[in-house]
């Protein structure tokens, strides 16, 4: 097995891409995050995500939610709720985010590249 060789994708794979950088939309278009956007985009991204940080410092997870304030991890991400990412027509879409720690958001993510919890 081996990491997915897209930038910062934790995903393990047993060659190539993992499966939700491999797939391709209904366009046919190939699936783009925010590390395969265009620049423009990813600049827009990053602005917009600070911005989300810094309103939602703490991790908004369920499981991380259970947590009193104080003793809560700090979000460090923000996730696209609905798992597409740019790619998905609520890209820009605030009610469309949350803020994640960074286990939540692997946590997350695996899930949906593998269907796993």
């Not at 939309?25 to 991204?45: E, I, K, M, V």
């Not at 798992?83 to 958001?105: E, I, K, V, Y």
């Amino acid at each position: 097995m081996q990491t997915c060789p897209v930038h910062r994708c934790p995903c393990l794979t047993w060659k190539g891409k993992c499966k939700a950088h491999s797939r391709s939309n209904a366009q046919g278009r190939r699936y783009r995050d925010s590390y395969t956007a265009t620049p423009s985009l990813r600049t827009h991204w990053d602005k917009l995500s600070k911005g989300k940080l810094r309103k939602d410092p703490l991790c908004q997870s369920p499981t991380c939610a259970e947590i009193p304030a104080p003793l809560r991890p700090a979000a460090t991400q923000v996730d696209h709720i609905d798992g597409l990412g740019l790619q998905g027509p609520r890209a820009f879409d605030p009610d469309n985010w949350q803020s994640l720690c960074t286990s939540c958001h692997s946590r997350k993510t695996a899930g949906e590249s593998f269907g796993r919890p």
